[in-house]
């Protein structure tokens, strides 16, 4: 199996450990969800994954590059969108999307189809030509999922990508990253709605105190949770391997 993602041995210390000895792997074409309570290390794992925190240590290969080696090379097939969503205020969709685009060096002819259909996908055609400094957070997060996007990155790092959208926009988004991994994307995520990631996730890591607690399937999960198949919930599965962890809520 062809492995996405490998991270081995990384470590992160701010004023104290973020994440300590970390081991993860993802596979190529599935949905992983990374979850934790607050504090545990998630955000700080994916922005050292997408090449924006430096590790203190440790070991990242994305489709077999080294991130940490040759860096330019893991972020050209990466993409990452934070939770709270970067645009720029004085520029249109369009305009927004062809400038990263261009960014990544895609030929403008494509990047202009690539920007409509995207846009037209999340809802956002008619304001394809309205400038970003009124929109809603949804908006610019919808904004900010198709600026991930344009230039088709093999690997996909969403960090709470449902924050600030409603029902409707949620579900076009969530059948998006769905469509995405049907067609051989993977998609990396963390999410406070544990039912998005027991619905929708191949597999789950559990992380807590920058540590990772338990991986795999939602059976896997409650198998090492001591809980028997097909019963609990993830919610239940969450709450029991980080409750012996003290961390945060």
């Known amino acids: 199996m062809t492995e996405a993602l490998i991270v081995r041995g990384l470590d992160k210390t701010f004023t104290k450990p973020a994440v300590m000895d970390l081991d993860l792997t993802v596979h190529a074409g599935e949905l992983y969800a990374l979850l934790g309570p607050n504090g545990a290390g998630k955000t700080t794992t994916l922005r050292m994954v997408a ?3 430096k590790p203190d240590k440790g070991e990242i290969s994305i489709f077999g590059i080294d991130a940490r080696a040759d860096p330019a090379a893991a972020k050209a097939i990466t993409a990452w969108a934070p939770d709270e ?5 004085r520029l249109t969709p369009l305009e927004y999307l062809e400038f990263v685009a261009g960014l990544w060096n895609v030929e403008p002819k494509a990047a202009k189809a690539r ?5 037209a996908k999340l809802g956002l055609a008619a304001e394809a030509r309205t400038r970003c400094e ?3 957070r949804g908006m610019k997060q919808k904004v900010a999922l198709a600026g991930a996007l344009i230039h ?3 690997l996909l790092i969403l960090d709470e ?3 600030g959208l409603d029902a409707a926009a949620a579900r076009l988004v969530k059948d998006m990253l769905q469509e995405r991994v049907d067609a051989g994307g993977t998609v990396i995520l963390t999410t406070h709605i544990l039912e998005v990631a027991e619905r929708m996730a191949d597999r789950i890591g559990i992380i807590a105190g ?3 607690l338990a991986e795999g399937s939602l059976d896997a999960l409650r198998t090492q949770a001591g809980e028997g198949k097909g019963g609990s919930s993830l919610e239940d599965v969450f709450l029991q391997l980080t ?3 003290g961390a945060p809520a």
């Not at 969503?85 to 205020?89: L, W």
């Not at 920007?115 to 846009?119: F, H, M, P, Y």
């Open 51 to 53: 090449g924006l925190t």
């Open 85 to 89: 969503a970067m645009v720029y205020d």
């Open 115 to 119: 920007a409509e259909a995207l846009l």
């Open 134 to 136: 009124g929109f809603s």
């Open 152 to 154: 088709d990155p093999r």
């Open 161 to 163: 990508p449902l924050t």
């Open 210 to 212: 920058g540590r990772l």
């Open 243 to 245: 409750a012996t962890e």
